[in-house]
């Protein structure tokens, strides 16, 4: 939205001949009101999460604007706090660029590197005859460059971000103009800087966190998988036995060895099956999003269940649709949420009283808008009406153990995914959790 009053761009006409009335015409913006509103734009770019990249190209060039023979820069500092990184310079030739990014600051290391190693501005009129560029000379000399002011761009703290440098063709000194331009730059790029710090630390806390509840989730899942693959294993064992008793024995009825080995192979199947995706899942990796069919993710999710299902006789049921468009997606976050929200599902019901009703629903369905959503429905205690939004709040759980980040940690995962997640009470017992995600490819994958 505009920071100017419309009102004063205004300007009064002398009617024509003939006219009753004054007319008016829109006045022409200013340059004063065309860097205001640069700046409104380069503050949304940030709002809204855009790289930092082009968040400091669009606000140096925004500068240069605002006067024609200066060519600007900005320089990031390095998390070692040692050495220049590039962060924007569209108008400087690319092999002086290229040169200086990764060079040591230090105190005699050009204007932009003493500034951040002294925290303060540099401002090098003539760089062909000042001390501080002794090593950076013929560089500056071969891209036309005569004059440097340096600047250090500070966060909220005082820490040192980076800098922010104006260049001239021909040996200049300040005139005091560019101190209001500066002063821009050098606030615009130290919100950028650490908005974008900022928001990297949150994704590596998530991250962390989402990686604790996976392992606590994992945790609860593999002592009912490891009651599975015992019994998996003892059939394997029972058969092999069977097998060679009967040939030791000399006993050669092919049709029962053949059953027997047919057996041991699908059960050892079964067993690696079950052992991969305990695997995937506790695999830690940076996300990987791929085409993903959900209604296959419910199935995996469901198996690695199971067990624990039957042992609390609650009955799994699926409502899968055909055709289900495939989702962009990482594979494991997407199960870890659907992991999480089956076995919500599966200890919201071991207090329930009535044994009758005991079921999981995993139902996948097209949503209006193209989205594809999972409902995972349980007949447990259910959610009072006051709780809904409150079960995804961070730290809240009505469970003995756990940290109460589980919901709040998936919720986090569908959005990221550019989806949404909630609850709903049930009409009957129990509550009802749901998700949608895009439909990232516009055509439909058979179930």
């Known amino acids: 939205m505009d920071d100017f009053d419309h009102s004063e761009m205004l300007t009064e006409v002398p009617p024509a001949k003939g006219e009753a009335r004054t007319r008016m015409i829109p006045k022409a913006p200013t340059d004063e009101e065309n860097f205001r509103k640069g700046q409104s734009r380069i503050l949304e770019m940030i709002a809204r999460n855009e790289p930092l990249s082009k968040i400091l190209d669009s606000l140096v060039l925004l500068i240069e604007e605002q006067s024609p023979e200066m060519l600007c820069s900005i320089l990031l500092l390095s998390d070692d706090g040692n050495h220049i990184r590039h962060g924007a310079a569209p108008s400087l030739p690319d092999e002086y660029v290229n040169a200086i990014d990764g060079s040591p600051i230090g105190p005699k290391n050009g204007s932009c590197g003493t500034a951040m190693y002294r925290g303060k501005s540099v401002v090098v009129s003539d760089v062909l005859i000042d001390p501080l560029w002794d090593d950076y000379r013929d560089l500056a000399s071969a891209a036309g460059l005569r004059a440097c002011w340096s600047t250090p761009i500070m966060s909220g703290r005082g820490k040192v971000l980076g800098s922010f440098a104006m260049y001239y063709r021909q040996p200049q000194a300040p005139t005091g103009e560019e101190a209001r331009l ?3 730059a050098t606030h615009i790029a130290g919100l950028a800087i650490e908005h974008q710090a900022a928001q990297e630390l949150l994704r590596r806390t998530q991250a962390e966190l989402a990686r604790a509840t996976q392992m606590t989730s994992m945790r609860q899942v593999a002592v009912s998988i490891g009651q599975e693959i015992n019994q998996t294993l003892a059939a394997i064992v029972e058969n092999a036995d069977q097998t060679l008793l009967s040939l030791n024995e000399d006993k050669y009825d092919l049709a029962k060895i053949r059953e027997s080995l047919t057996n041991i192979s699908n059960a050892g199947r ?28 419910a199935r995996e999710v469901l198996d690695l269940v ?34 999480n929200l089956a076995i919500n ?21 097209r949503a209006e808008n193209g989205e594809v959503m999972v409902a995972v429905t349980d007949r447990g205690t259910g959610i009072k009406p006051q709780e809904v939004e409150r079960v995804f709040r961070a730290f809240h759980t009505t469970k003995n153990v756990g940290l109460g980040m589980g919901l709040a940690i998936s919720r986090s995962i569908i959005e990221a995914h ?29 179930a």
Do not use: C, Y
């Open 182 to 184: 500066t002063d821009v």
């Open 306 to 339: 199971a067990h624990e299902a039957q042992r609390k006789h609650i009955a799994l049921h699926t409502e899968l649709a055909e055709n289900v468009p495939s989702v962009p997606g990482d594979r494991v976050q997407l199960q870890q949420v659907l992991l």
């Open 345 to 365: 599902g599966v200890e919201a019901m071991n207090e329930s009283s009535d044994q009758q009703t005991l079921e999981l629903t995993v139902k996948t369905a």
């Open 418 to 446: 550019g989806g949404r997640l909630w609850a709903e009470p049930n009409i009957g017992p129990g509550s009802t959790f749901k998700f949608t995600l895009p439909n990232g490819t516009g055509s439909s994958q058979s």
């Open 270 to 297: 079964r067993t690696i099956e079950v052992i991969a995706r305990i695997r995937a899942l506790a695999k830690h990796s940076e996300p990987q999003k791929a085409p993903l069919n959900l209604n296959e993710l």
